[in-house]
């Protein structure tokens, strides 16, 4: 048996990477024609889920289990100013790339002062250089801030009906923004409660009566900020399924410390835990990704708790980690992997390069699925150089 790393964990890496791949595929396949149902999102008044359904809320589970292990030097402390800065500069960095990525789709050439291809590029530039690991607080990282200060205001987009204005609003906060509403949650409640696992298990509880009072009704919300943020599925089911992660996180320090095989069992049970807690609710709120239930997120929390179980047998405890070497740069540096089909696109629309990537789009079918594979493991292949090289994000 070997023991688990006292930095990373190879399985936590190597299946973050899987997720990651399966995000990036999932996104090339959307709109594809001649596919089958179950690689569409299920639809706003569906109960049930597809395989794109469990990307999203496999990424947060994956973030919260993170928590515990980013934080366990600062949880004796509390929170404290220097830490909820912190986790105020990674929150809102995520929420401010989040809207902006999910009001793309509307952004309009003929009204705004820069061209899209080029709003783009420099906006991904922005990221890259405020996330980026090496090189601390120098100009590139103000350069960055400046950026991502200004493109925001420079946004002119269509106004339609879901949009009413020109300018740069969150009609949603898109999976960027949503994970960093979920991480500012469960953050701040992981600290403030000092890592306890008791303690934390309340913290899932209340999270889900915040979603059931707050879309029942009995819980009264203030208006303004519900508008703003969605409280009962950003701030309920969403952190839920985040806190969830942030739980079998706490089980692998306790369990991990005395020996690998022995989180096994309470990992697997609190799959089931989950699992079952969402059937259970299934009956009053539906398993709906669209509308973020209580039920859909603990159900995927409970199927992608199932999944890292067996990465975990595999590379943690019976220490076989050569078959998924290729997944671990994409899983130490997820949020390159996430933008770099973005980044592509953006550059390749500025430099006016052919979209020869993508021959069989229009096609789908077999053919179009394998098209979008291949892409996705070239992301993979991209962040894995890109990492060599010494680009590594984070916040």
Not at 13 to 18: C, K, L, N, V, Y
Not at 196 to 214: E, I, N, V
Not at 344 to 370: D, I, K, T
Request: charged share 10%; with cysteine.
């Amino acid at each position: 048996m070997t023991s688990v790393p006292s930095q990373r964990l190879v399985s936590l890496d190597a299946f973050r990477g899987f997720v990651i791949l399966a995000m990036i595929w999932v996104n090339y396949v959307a709109g594809m024609p001649g596919i089958p149902y179950w690689l569409e999102h299920a639809g706003p008044r569906a109960d049930g889920i597809t395989l794109p359904d469990l990307v999203f809320p496999a990424f947060l589970f994956m973030a919260g289990m993170a928590i515990p292990l980013a934080l366990r030097r600062d949880a004796p402390d509390g929170l404290t100013l220097p830490l909820l800065g912190r986790l105020l500069w990674r929150a809102v960095s995520l929420m401010v790339a989040g809207v902006v990525m999910a009001e793309a789709w509307r952004y309009d050439d003929g009204a705004a002062l820069l061209p899209r291809a080029l709003y783009f590029t420099l906006f991904y530039g922005a990221m890259l250089l405020l996330w980026r690991q090496a090189g601390g607080r120098g100009w590139p990282f103000w350069l960055g801030a400046a950026l991502m200060a200004a493109l925001p205001l420079l946004y002119r987009g269509k106004a339609d009906g879901d949009a009413g204005s020109v300018y740069l609003q969150h009609s949603w906060w898109g999976i960027l923004g949503m994970i960093g509403w979920a991480y500012l949650v469960c953050g701040v409640l992981y600290l403030a409660v000092r890592g306890q696992d008791a303690a934390l298990w309340g913290c899932l509880l209340s999270l889900l009566a915040l979603y059931a009072g707050g879309t029942d009704g009995w819980l009264p919300l203030p208006a303004p900020l519900d508008g703003f943020v969605n409280i009962p599925q950003v701030l309920g089911s969403t952190s839920a399924n985040m806190m969830a992660g942030v739980l079998a996180g706490r089980i692998l320090l306790a369990s991990s410390a005395v020996a690998p095989q022995r989180a096994i069992a309470p990992l697997a049970a609190l799959a089931l835990v989950l699992f079952a807690g969402g059937l259970l609710l299934r009956p009053f709120y539906g398993i709906n990704k669209i509308h973020a239930t209580a039920p859909y997120t603990l159900v995927c929390a409970g199927v992608t708790l199932a999944l890292f179980v067996l990465f975990y047998w595999l590379c943690d405890v019976l220490g076989w980690r050569g078959w998924c070497a290729w997944l671990l740069p994409a899983g130490g540096n997820a949020l390159l992997a996430y933008i770099a089909p973005d980044v592509w696109e953006q550059l390749a629309a500025l430099l006016h390069v052919p979209r020869f990537w993508w021959p069989l789009w229009q096609q789908g079918g077999a053919a179009g699925l394998v098209n979008a594979a291949v892409l996705a493991l070239v992301m993979v292949a991209v962040t894995a150089l890109a990492t060599r090289f010494g680009l590594k994000l984070r916040m």
